[in-house]
């Protein structure tokens, strides 16, 4: 999140980037060409810029951070050769366009009165610019416009003598979501937020008995680089590694998880497993309650791909039709909806898929994906569909309807440009172009998670995207309600 203090200083930074996927490795060799291919594991979690900090003993640190995909920032030898050292921290993310892109590539480095630190962080602060006023009045200067350096300024100003219980003393004032990893002399660090809003597993390298840690977002990034899973960090936990061995602390006290329900339907690799539960046979299971809740009679099953596809054959499974891959994606083009502009968006469609008409014409034709957003994606889909020669097309959505936005660390539109929130599924159904048009609901996708359905006063899940049920409070907004436009007003959120 952008958080400028200056009100006039608004750019396209201003809108919710921080979709990201970070890594820390503590004790292995090469620790930053490891960090590399873990980052590499996370591209899907943002593609716009990535870095790394890495850790060599005696106060000796180094950094290299660029914009554009994690193969090209850290394919070059001398690069890689420069990040030297036993531990490291990385991150990659969304970033914006802009001249100040750059500044705000994470790791975050900052030289303390202890020593070095840096910090990568995933998720959104959802008091970021209330924090930053006070510590911009108090004195602080500010190198980035992104709400993690508020974590930086905390922990520089915190009374307290050690690392640790400066870090811990800034997470008890941030709210929001995090998922972070901090790299400083003595320790890798990786915490979560007391809800675990975003992910953050713990891994180990070379054996029950070595000491070598990996603390990512994904399992898919444990797997890349040989490391076996050990747990996930539970919310609120924080989890030091350092020469001692793993430590862990519980500064907030146990409290029931709101892991967030979007990461299982879209946002997460499909190989990941997160709290015991695979992101895959999840996809799966809700195409299949899908199927049992809204099926219609159709030839074929087609998924909108990459990311309707387990949905979709679960769905076929379920309905026993057959699923064939009636779209085709190409994948030299990156994910449509963080192009820019809705015109770019909406050209990127057409360049992103293109329809195999040999599984569609004359066939009634049920398209399935994981979510609708703006609904541009299903519109141009439906469209493409029926000029491939579909008798029927009905669309079926893996998502319950995306009626709110996130901000908590998934990049959402303004409330005025989900569809979601605007129209009735009817007339979303005639936006798209679609003969019919169902989402899965929630108590199905609650289902699908292995729970008997949404308990409205202890839900397992952050779930504010599909309800406007959000667990943490949202100081910015509710302070300066005009930073971002027309999103909560309407439900007293
Ligand atoms: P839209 O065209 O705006 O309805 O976008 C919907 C498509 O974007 C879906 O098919 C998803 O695969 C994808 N999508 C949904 N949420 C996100 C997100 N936060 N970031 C990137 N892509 C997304």
Request: net charge negative; hydrophobic share 40%; with cysteine.
């Amino acid at each position: 999140m952008d958080v400028s203090t200056n009100p006039h200083a608004r750019t396209e930074d201003d809108a919710f980037h921080e979709e990201c996927g970070v890594f820390g490795v503590w004790g292995a060799q090469d620790a930053a060409a490891l960090t590399a291919l873990g980052l590499h594991a996370l591209q899907h979690r943002g593609q716009e810029a990535a870095g790394i900090v890495s850790f060599s003993g005696e106060g000796q640190f180094h950094a290299h951070k660029g914009r554009g995909l994690v193969g090209d920032t850290f394919s070059d030898a001398k690069v890689m050769a420069s990040l030297k050292g036993h531990a490291a921290i990385g991150h990659n993310r969304y970033a914006t366009t802009g001249e100040s892109a750059l500044r705000n590539v994470q790791p975050l480095y900052a030289d303390f009165e202890f020593g070095g630190l840096a910090v990568a962080h995933n998720g959104n602060l959802t008091n970021a610019f209330a924090l930053k006023r006070a510590l911009v009045r108090r004195g602080c200067l500010f190198q980035s416009t992104t709400d993690s350096e508020v974590f930086v300024h905390l922990i520089a100003i915190s009374l307290y003598s050690t690392v640790l219980d400066r870090l811990i003393d800034a997470l008890k004032q941030v709210q929001g979501a995090y998922s972070l990893v901090t790299l400083h002399d003595g320790a890798l660090i990786g915490a979560r937020d007391p809800l675990g809003v975003r992910p953050l597993v713990l891994g180990r390298l070379g054996g029950p008995e070595s000491n070598a840690w990996v603390m990512t977002s994904e399992t898919c990034a444990l797997d890349i680089v040989g490391a076996e899973f050990v747990r996930d960090i539970e919310p609120g936990e924080v989890v030091i590694a350092d020469a001692q061995g793993l430590r862990s602390i519980k500064p907030f006290g146990r409290q029931q998880g709101r892991f967030c329900i979007f990461e299982y339907i879209y946002f997460a690799r499909p190989d990941s497993v997160i709290e015991g539960t695979s992101v895959y046979d999840t996809r799966k299971r809700i195409g299949a309650e899908l199927s049992r809740e809204s099926g219609v009679p159709a030839d074929v099953i087609v998924p909108v791909p990459d990311s309707g596809v387990p949905a979709a054959m679960g769905y076929a499974a379920e309905a026993g039709i057959p699923f064939e891959l009636g779209i085709i994606r190409n994948h030299y083009v990156g994910r449509t909806f963080i192009e820019p502009t809705d015109q770019i968006r909406h050209l990127g469609v057409k360049l992103k898929h293109s329809a195999n008409r040999v599984m569609i014409q004359g066939r009634r034709v049920v398209l399935v994906d994981d979510s609708i957003v703006r609904g541009t994606t299903s519109k141009k889909i439906v469209e493409m569909v029926r000029q491939a020669g579909a008798s029927e097309v009905h669309m079926r959505i893996a998502a319950p309807p995306t009626t709110h936005p996130c901000f908590y660390g998934i990049d959402t539109p303004d409330r005025d440009k989900l569809l979601a929130a605007n129209n009735s599924v009817e007339e979303m159904a005639r936006f798209i172009g679609a003969d019919s048009l169902a989402f899965i609901s929630l108590d199905g996708l609650y289902r699908a998670l292995g729970k008997p359905g949404r308990d409205p006063r202890a839900p397992s899940f952050c779930d504010a995207c599909f309800t406007g049920d959000y667990a943490i409070p949202l100081t910015d907004v509710q302070e300066d309600p005009a930073r971002v436009p027309s999103l909560l007003m309407a439900n007293g959120a």
